[in-house]
């Protein structure tokens, strides 16, 4: 169930996004995660082999950690319980991979620090999701809780969007595609990646239903005559336009 497509590439800040570190030993996979990490704007490392990801986290700690199970040299299992032990790795935010899923291996996982615990095979939207929501919860001021854009506001915290002085509700799927579109103002994203990001990878839904949202998310945010942010981009999707609120 994993997506193979690639995801469009993103604007990266050098030295402003989370540095993220995957420690694997199936090369496809790692590949796989280093791939749409680095699409999603994250800067990317990877080991292969636990005792190598070990003496590279003495060196210098990521952002965040993707950890496998079962490693050559040392387990996944037995890292995390020493990154817990000391000192700079005690709070470091860590997503375990295991193709076990037994109730009492999760609980193993979680046991030894694991903030987060996936079990293969994993759709990539959903670690992309996890990730996120980590990286939120580690670093709440590395991503901001507050997209605004001209007299558009959307708070990822309290899920509520105002324009202006007007209180907007959306339904879920209408607000998380605004959130998707508003972070990243000016990017065109196709009506397959929106889907894939919007409704998750494990959705059988037809292109036009992202149109059917998309016209009721237009539908809710303006009035009257009031400008459209949603800009629809013939033979490609949409975007957020980022000419939005200059004028
Ligand atoms: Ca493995």
Same mark, same amino acid.
């Given at each position: 169930?994993?997506?193979?497509?690639?995801?469009?590439?993103?604007?990266?800040?050098?030295?402003?996004?989370?540095?993220?570190?995957?420690?694997?030993?199936?090369? =496809?996979?790692? %590949? @796989?995660?280093?791939?749409?990490? /680095?699409? #999603?704007?994250?800067?990317?490392? !990877?080991?292969?082999?636990? $005792?190598?990801?070990?003496?590279?986290?003495?060196?210098?700690?990521?952002?965040?950690?993707?950890?496998?199970?079962?490693?050559?040299?040392?387990?996944?299992?037995?890292?995390?319980?020493?990154?817990?032990?000391?000192?700079?790795?005690?709070?470091? =935010?860590?997503? %375990? @991979?295991?193709?076990?899923?037994? /109730?009492? #291996?999760?609980?193993?996982?979680? !046991?030894?620090?694991?903030? $987060?615990?996936?079990?293969?095979?994993?759709?990539?939207?959903?670690?992309?999701?996890?990730?996120?929501?980590?990286?939120?919860?580690?670093?709440?001021?590395?991503?901001?809780?507050?997209?605004?854009?001209?007299?558009?506001?959307?708070?990822?915290?309290?899920?509520?969007?105002?324009?202006?002085?007007?209180?907007?509700?959306?339904?879920?799927?209408?607000?998380?595609?605004?959130?998707?579109?508003?972070?990243?103002?000016?990017?065109?994203?196709?009506?397959?990646?929106?889907?894939?990001?919007?409704?998750?990878?494990?959705?059988?839904?037809?292109?036009?239903?992202?149109?059917?949202?998309?016209?009721?998310?237009?539908?809710?945010?303006?009035?009257?005559?009031?400008?459209?942010?949603?800009?629809?981009?013939?033979?490609?999707?949409?975007?957020?336009?980022?000419?939005?609120?200059?004028?």
């Amino acid at each position: 169930m994993m997506t193979l497509e690639r995801k469009d590439a993103g604007t990266r800040e050098a030295g402003t996004s989370p540095r993220i570190l995957v420690v694997e030993d199936e090369a =496809p996979l790692a %590949m @796989l995660l280093s791939y749409n990490l /680095e699409a #999603e704007g994250f800067q990317v490392e !990877s080991e292969a082999r636990g $005792d190598d990801a070990e003496v590279r986290l003495a060196e210098t700690a990521p952002d965040l950690l993707i950890l496998d199970w079962m490693l050559p040299g040392v387990s996944g299992l037995e890292l995390c319980r020493r990154l817990r032990a000391r000192e700079d790795t005690r709070s470091l =935010p860590i997503i %375990m @991979l295991t193709a076990r899923g037994e /109730e009492h #291996e999760r609980v193993r996982g979680l !046991s030894v620090g694991a903030d $987060d615990y996936v079990v293969k095979p994993f759709s990539v939207p959903e670690l992309m999701a996890r990730v996120h929501a980590l990286l939120r919860r580690a670093k709440p001021e590395r991503i901001a809780t507050k997209l605004v854009q001209g007299d558009l506001a959307l708070d990822r915290e309290t899920h509520r969007v105002r324009r202006g002085e007007r209180e907007i509700h959306l339904g879920p799927t209408e607000f998380r595609l605004l959130e998707y579109l508003i972070e990243k103002p000016g990017r065109v994203f196709s009506r397959a990646r929106l889907l894939d990001a919007v409704w998750g990878m494990a959705a059988e839904i037809d292109e036009r239903t992202v149109d059917v949202h998309v016209g009721r998310l237009r539908k809710a945010l303006s009035r009257g005559r009031e400008r459209d942010p949603i800009r629809t981009v013939r033979g490609a999707g949409y975007s957020f336009d980022e000419t939005f609120g200059r004028d």
